[in-house]
């Protein structure tokens, strides 16, 4: 009970400071480390993988204004994590990431914590990519 107490309030105190965090800090590096080598490190889908992919990767700096200027951010939260279909990240059941965003339900809690961390952390980064 205690480390569900302690590991709920970490979910928070991440949330609350997250847009900040992601912009220059652990979102950037994250998104670095997972996503550039598809998305390029702008994100405009330019990565060093692009070119020998059958489908091209998303310009993720263009998702809000493909989408009347928001950027729908429990889509693109769902879309990295697995929970909506992505035709790049194969099936829905099994993402590029994997376990890395969305760990098993019966996984330790600290494990848990850790990816949906990360998925928040990389959310908040793509967002903070978006241009006009």
């Known amino acids: 009970m205690m480390l569900r107490t302690v590991g709920l309030a970490f979910v928070c105190v991440l949330a609350a400071f997250t847009p900040a965090a992601a912009g220059d800090g652990a979102g950037k590096t994250l998104f670095m480390h997972y996503c550039s080598s598809c998305h390029g490190e702008s994100g405009k889908g330019d990565g060093s993988l692009a070119g020998v992919m059958q489908l091209k990767p998303a310009d993720l700096t263009q998702l809000a204004k ?13 879309s990295i994590d697995g929970r909506a279909r992505v035709r790049g990240h194969g099936p829905t059941g099994m993402p590029v990431w994997g376990e890395v965003f ?6 330790p809690e600290g494990e848990q914590l850790q990816g949906a961390g990360k998925l928040l952390l990389i959310t908040y980064y793509v967002e903070s990519l978006q241009e006009e």
Not at 66 to 78: C, R, V
Not at 102 to 107: E, G, H, L
């Open 66 to 78: 493909k989408n009347g200027g928001e950027i729908g951010f429990l889509d693109l939260l769902q």
């Open 102 to 107: 969305a760990p098993r339900k019966d996984a």
